[in-house]
């Protein structure tokens, strides 16, 4: 096998793993930060390393499976205008705190890397950015009480959420240069992304909805009708 090949082909089988495991399974993983953080390393590594649009496309479904949550079907719902209405829902919560500042740099770097990245990475880096923020301020601080080394614990105390509102915010902008993209399903993705930061995020990190905001008003008078539609409904 070439290494891409391989590399898929252990990310696909760790997706389905991850997706068919049950609760104790999942529990046992997020309760060992050290590895769920070294299994989050291992796939931003392969984004960003690997030039294959197939391997990074199987790299951010398999991030997003460690929370269990499927991702394979979300570009099919979208271009059928069809909710996606697992984006932000998941298992493992405040842990994934811990490594935010790494999986929001990572997919925005790989969503603003310029066209030959290929529409369906773009898209899908953008809504795996979205989905572990609200995954997230969707949590319960109470989420890490079963962790067994405290040291990579994030308390996402009042000081966290202001300084990661900073943080978000410079890559907010930058995911939000993208609305004039060629593409309509990135611009699509981009309503998606921009409605889930308006209508979940706003209180925690204000400052990150900004450009969100400037999205959602520009893709009303999107030339696609499909993209226009899903802004108009934001609005």
């Not at 390393?41 to 392969?46: Q, W």
């Not at 929370?67 to 994934?96: E, H, P, Y």
Request: hydrophobic letters at 40%; one cysteine or more; aromatic letters at 6%.
């Amino acid at each position: 096998l070439k290494s891409e090949e391989l590399i898929t082909s252990v990310l696909s089988t760790l997706q389905s793993l991850l997706l068919h495991s049950n609760e104790s399974v999942l529990s046992s993983l997020y309760s060992n930060l050290p590895a769920l953080g070294h299994a989050v390393s291992v796939m931003l590594d392969i984004l960003e390393i690997q030039n294959s649009r197939v391997c990074r496309l199987t790299a951010i479904h398999s991030l997003i499976s460690l929370s269990s949550c499927d991702s394979t079907q979300w570009k099919q719902l979208i271009a059928n205008d069809t909710d996606v209405t697992n984006i932000g829902i998941g298992s493992g919560g405040r842990r994934f705190a811990s490594f935010l500042p790494g999986i929001t740099m990572s997919s925005c770097k790989l969503a603003v890397g310029g066209v030959h990245v290929g529409q369906s990475v773009i898209q899908l880096s953008i809504l795996g950015w979205i989905h572990f923020v609200t995954l997230i301020v969707n949590s319960n601080e109470h989420d890490n009480s079963d962790i067994t080394d405290e040291r990579l614990v994030v308390h996402c105390t009042k000081e966290w959420w202001i300084e990661t509102d900073k943080h978000l915010e410079k890559l907010s902008s930058r995911i939000g240069s993208l609305v004039k993209h060629v593409s309509w399903q990135v611009r699509i993705g981009l309503c998606y992304w921009a409605n889930q930061l308006l209508t979940k995020c706003i209180r925690n990190l204000p400052n990150t909805c900004g450009p969100a905001l400037e999205v959602i008003v520009t893709l009303t008078c999107d030339e696609y009708s499909l993209v226009s539609n899903a802004a108009n409904k934001t609005l």
